[in-house]
């Protein structure tokens, strides 16, 4: 790792341990999973996404020196816990807040479907100003999100099928084993959809819903969310008996599949595919390793957050925008691209940051203004 890779490493973890406080010796953190902790984190992780993606951006550059290389492998990471706090979030709500379900149409769904259709639009806009083409049957589906110009923001499309299927089924489903049953197939179901349908068209810019591996390699989190949700309170009561036991496997577990993934994705992984051979034997055993690793990640995340405290003001303030910043990346990367060509790709990976950050803020606001209205 270069200069470059230890600022952006130094910079992320003050971000995220500013203010931690670790419980004491033989004690444990009271409540370890608040909303304002997984909110936090995922305001952390969603500038650790927009590293990542700026990280498998620059290595088309001129004179990059592999600065950001260290992040190329662990967006997926990333995602799986924004998966996870999501069904974690949902059955946690749905226990402890009365007629939670009556506003959920508004407060989930909503909430990701307005900045959706802004920065939809915004990149449409930046993308033709850049002089991109597209035929009219493409910029209409565009415009209605049925395709994505904007590749990045498959996340936002999954999470509200996802949300609106909870909905169905916990607002519908009176007997709580179908409800998990049926929340399962459907999870499976799409995964298996996503899988067969394989890759965009190479050339073609942008992808239709489904196509690419990151629509399924991380979605079983959402369901171990729920899971863990479910039976916090046993699960809770065992992690804290056996806690040096399980962190010590888990974080062997990760390392060793972390590496595996490594290698299985530097070798082709998800990509073998050709005319004639849809890969899905790599496809399979590359999802057999990689899936595993971010639940092993998730785990370990969870257990540390047992005994350390994260809570600070850059947290919570990365909270409040982290949805934006992930739906907003790729317009600044489009947009100050010829800069990078230009200049350096330190210079461009910083204007990335700052406009996105910036413009996410002010997308967070008139997001709140519109569901105020509604």
């Known amino acids: 790792m270069n200069w470059i ?25 009271q409540n370890a999973l608040p909303l304002r902790v997984t909110k936090g984190i995922q305001g952390f992780f969603a500038l650790c ?13 001129p004179a990059y020196d592999n600065g950001l290389r260290f992040f190329e492998n662990l967006g997926v990471l990333f995602v799986g816990f924004f998966f996870f706090c999501s069904g974690y979030g949902l059955i946690i709500s ?23 259709f802004i920065c939809n639009y ?12 597209y035929s009219v049957g493409t910029l209409v589906q565009a415009f209605f999100g049925l395709f994505l110009l904007n590749d990045h923001m498959w996340f936002a499309v999954e999470i509200m099928i996802l949300y609106m299927v909870f909905f169905l ?21 799409m995964m298996t959809v996503s899988f067969f ?51 010590a496997v ?46 092993s990640f998730v785990i370990l995340l969870l257990l540390i957050l047992l005994k350390v405290e994260i809570n600070n003001k850059a947290l919570e303030f990365f909270g409040k925008i982290s949805l934006e ?23 461009y990976c910083a204007l990335v940051i700052v406009a996105t950050i910036l413009v996410a803020i002010v997308i967070n606001k008139v997001k709140m203004l519109v569901l105020e209205k509604k």
């Open 49 to 61: 996404i927009l590293v990542h993606h700026l990280a498998l951006q620059v290595r088309y550059l």
């Open 122 to 133: 915004a990149f449409m806009f930046t993308t033709l100003l850049r002089g991109n083409q």
């Open 169 to 189: 089924l916990f607002r519908f489903v009176k007997k709580e084993w179908v409800r998990y049953f049926l929340m399962t197939l459907f999870v499976l179901i």
């Open 325 to 347: 910043m992930i739906l907003l990346e790729k317009v600044f990367m489009t947009a100050f691209v010829r800069i990078g060509t230009k200049y350096s790709y330190n210079v």
């Open 250 to 295: 888990d974080a062997i577990l990760f390392y060793g599949l972390f590496a595996g993934t490594v290698t299985l994705i530097s070798t082709g992984g998800y990509w073998t595919e050709y005319a004639n051979y849809k890969g899905y034997v790599d496809k399979i055993t590359t999802l057999s390793v990689q899936l595993p690793m971010v639940i």
């Open 5 to 29: 890779t230890w600022i952006y490493i130094i910079i992320l973890l003050i971000i995220f341990l500013f203010g931690a406080r670790c419980a004491k010796p033989g004690q444990f953190v």
């Open 94 to 116: 749905s226990e402890t807040k009365e007629h939670y379900l009556d506003t959920f149409v508004k407060r989930r769904v909503f909430t990701v479907l307005v900045p959706f």
């Open 197 to 247: 349908l394989g890759h965009e068209k190479a050339g073609l810019q942008g992808a239709y819903w489904f196509k690419g591996e990151w629509w399924y390699n991380t979605t079983p989190l959402m369901l171990v969310g729920m899971l863990i949700a479910r039976f916090r309170k046993p699960l809770r009561v065992m992690a804290q008996k056996l806690y040096w036991v399980l962190l």
